[in-house]
């Protein structure tokens, strides 16, 4: 056995051929099995176990430990890696030889493995005193490569893989006596880099010089290291890069993350949500510095709105618009832009959305000037729709407008104040027939439900329908008309019915109208009673237009005036001159409306009456007469009126529906739990109507009282701040 131990000693140093023949194989082979296989006392099983381990550390000691003694540096580690090289097949040759010892006498006596006894030598006799040395020489070598010097990879390689191989495999010796040094050392270099990066180098440049670590790190684990230190490395080094750092990256003089969103650096941002998803809380860090810096940009926005409506230097020279459209127009170009942000830079997540959210709900329900947002919105609507608005704009660009609108909208708290803002505009739309387009109307209201639900548009889809309707129905009084042998009747008359409820309150008044005006007024009635027999028009002449031809002078022109404008001048076919009083009592008109239309007829920028004395104010001892000279250079004018403050009473018919959906609410919660305390029906209450406004705490706390009093509810006498409910 000796001479075999001897024979592959010097095949290891290549001077007695490459192998063992297979005689040499067999000869050993057999000579072992007779030594295990005879009786006692002639069992050499144990001898031979042990002479196995003798020669194992005979030859580490006498041959690989002086070679390895004379080695520092990389060499050391070349000639260990060809020691281990030649320790194993030294291995693989004793056990081969040593087979029936180790299948027979190791297994009986529960001994360790041939195998792994050679490996436990090598071990003890050899990588024990030389793991330190050997973790401290790898370790400079990965920092040299983390400076951009060139490695030996494969050394490293090799060098760790005897680690892994002596564990046998599993990482019990690789994590104690290389895996947590490494990681420390790892640590503390890219603590040291990070202080010196954030000193030199912009949020850009720092995030990019991060990022490439990562992945050079990464690079590292799939070429020489265990693949289980990947996760502790990435860790490690994010925590020095990025976790311990964050707030100063993202808040970083002239580069952090509110200037890359206002420069557009999508790249730069995209690179920063990649390294923050990566550590504990690191969305919810960016999400906040980019909430706040949407909600300062709307701030902005809304001060430079109000900048504008106060009369302050305008900096914005394309402004078009009132200063609250023009806002609009801002917020949505706004919300494009980080919406855009969100979707391309922070791959749509979810925390993003909800921090553009939040930011938008910030500002948007802040009055503009004392416009509020809903009236805003509701004022951009009637500026795209109505004609003059949007001919300029393509099909595609006003249904995307819309959209955008629709998605402003879900932002402010008091969507039923827009609802009734722009069932004002859209009534005026539809009745003095300044809708550019109907299809584009009907899209807004079919948005509207969509996002809102079918109570949100139900009024307006009726108005929409009502008109519909309208343009039949006229077509049959025409028709009617021509059967009455009416065709030289020298007025035409164009009627909208409306149904009540769908359309907003207008102000009516009995006035007397001229006898041109009542004929037609009694044919069209005499034709829709031939229809309807069971309804009953109430004419709303407020809202009426007529076209009149007036002879003057110098020339005939057409004006374009309210029916209370025609019923006025239409007095003056009879009388050159007419009082104040004379006017108002033979219309039977109240003193506010006959000062707004004779202010327009008298004083505004188409005189058509001459007033005594003439000044600007309208009192009750004033005459007037039909001004003859009067001319314009247009053979068709537009007469208007005074504009009416309408956002008073919006505000009043507003409050009064909420107090209704209040009551509403709170009998409907009650009803279904019969018994409960007074915070949570408030909550409960707060809950149900948010999605149309946002009530009043104090307002709810009326209600009830209201309530009780109109006996649905009754305090509990027995627990306080309870209610009962009253069936």
């Not at 993350?257 to 809380?281: N, Q, T």
Request: proline content about 2%; glycine content about 4%.
């Amino acid at each position: 056995m000796d001479a075999g131990v001897a024979r592959l000693k010097r095949i290891l140093h290549g001077v007695d051929g490459v192998s063992f023949t297979s005689q040499e194989y067999i000869h050993l082979y057999t000579t072992i099995f007779n030594m295990c296989t005879q009786k006692p006392p002639y069992d050499y099983s144990e001898q031979l176990y042990e002479r196995y381990k003798q020669a194992l550390e005979d030859y580490i000691k006498s041959t690989v430990l002086p070679a390895l003694k004379s080695k520092h540096g990389e060499f050391l580690l070349r000639e260990l890696v060809e020691r281990w090289k030649n320790h194993k097949v030294m291995v693989r040759w004793l056990t081969r030889f040593f087979h029936y010892l180790d299948r027979y006498y190791v297994s009986r006596k529960a001994l360790k493995p041939l195998k792994l006894l050679g490996v436990s030598c090598f071990y003890d006799l050899v990588f024990n005193g030389l793991k330190t040395t050997l973790t401290t020489i790898l370790l400079d070598m990965i920092d040299n490569e983390r400076e951009g010097q060139l490695i030996d990879r494969a050394l490293v390689k090799d060098v760790i893989d005897i680690y892994l191989e002596i564990g046998q495999g599993g990482v019990d010796l690789y994590e104690p006596d290389f895996e947590q040094a490494f990681c420390k050392a790892t640590t503390d270099y890219y603590s040291k880099k990070a202080q010196t990066w954030m000193l030199e180098d912009s949020c850009p440049q720092y995030m990019l010089k991060a990022e490439d670590c990562l992945q050079k790190e990464k690079e590292r684990v799939a070429h020489y290291l265990h693949s289980s230190t990947e996760e502790k490395l990435l860790e490690g080094t994010m925590l020095e890069l990025i976790s311990k750092r964050a707030e100063e990256i993202l808040n970083k003089e002239n580069s952090g993350c509110r200037v890359l969103l206002l420069d557009g650096k999508s790249e730069d941002l995209s690179r920063m949500y990649r390294l923050f998803a990566k550590i504990e809380a690191g969305m919810s860090h960016v999400s906040k510095t980019f909430k706040e810096h949407v909600r300062e940009e709307g701030m902005s926005l809304l001060k430079h709105a109000a900048d504008a409506a106060n009369g302050a230097k305008n900096e914005r020279k394309e402004t078009v618009g009132s200063p609250e459209q023009e806002f609009v127009r801002k917020v949505i170009e706004l919300h494009d832009k980080h919406l855009a942000y969100v979707i391309n830079c922070f791959q749509n997540n979810l925390i993003f959305h909800k921090a553009l959210k939040a930011a938008f709900e910030d500002f948007c329900d802040k009055d503009v000037a004392g416009c509020t947002s809903a009236e805003s919105l509701a004022s951009f609507c009637d500026s795209i729709l109505r004609k003059g608005g949007s001919e300029k704009l393509s099909a595609e660009v006003v249904e995307d407008t819309l959209d955008k609108v629709v998605t402003i909208l879900t932002f402010i708290s008091d969507k039923d104040l827009f609802v009734e803002f722009h069932r004002k505009k859209l009534g005026k739309r539809l009745l003095f027939d300044k809708s550019a387009n109907n299809v584009h109307e009907q899209n807004l209201l079919s948005k509207l439900k969509q996002y809102f639900g079918g109570h949100f548009t139900l009024k307006m889809e009726g108005m929409v329908n009502d008109v519909t309707t309208a343009r039949d129905n006229q077509a049959n009084f025409e028709e009617y008309m021509r059967k009455q042998q009416e065709s030289n009747h020298r007025v035409d008359l164009t009627v909208t019915v409306l149904t009540t409820g769908n359309w907003p309150s207008y102000k009516t008044s009995n006035i007397n109208l001229p006898s041109e005006m009542i004929k037609c007024v009694e044919m069209f009635k005499d034709y829709y009673n031939s229809k309807q027999k069971s309804r009953r028009l109430t004419w709303i002449y407020s809202m009426g237009n007529c076209n009149i031809v007036a002879k003057f002078d110098a020339k005939p022109i057409e004006l374009i005036v309210t029916t209370y404008q025609a019923a006025m001048l239409l007095l003056f076919n009879g009388s050159e001159r007419l009082s104040y009083s004379e006017i108002v009592t033979q219309l039977n008109m109240p003193d506010d409306d006959a000062v707004r239309l004779l202010h327009s007829l008298s004083c505004a920028k188409y005189k058509i009456l001459n007033k005594v004395p003439s000044n600007q104010t309208i009192s009750p001892k004033d005459v007037f007469e039909i001004n003859h000279k009067f001319t314009d250079k247009m053979r068709r004018i537009k007469v208007p009126l005074p504009p009416t403050d309408e956002k008073k009473k919006v505000v009043e018919d507003v409050n009064k529906d909420r107090r209704f959906s209040i009551d509403a609410s709170i009998v409907r919660i009650m009803k279904s739990r019969k018994v409960m305390v007074h915070q949570q029906l408030v909550a409960e209450c707060v809950e149900q109507l948010s999605r149309m406004f946002r009530p009043d705490i104090k307002i709810i706390k009326r209600r009830i009282e209201d309530l009780i009093s109109r006996e649905y509810l009754e305090r509990d006498l027995e627990t306080a701040n309870t209610y009962r409910y009253l069936a």
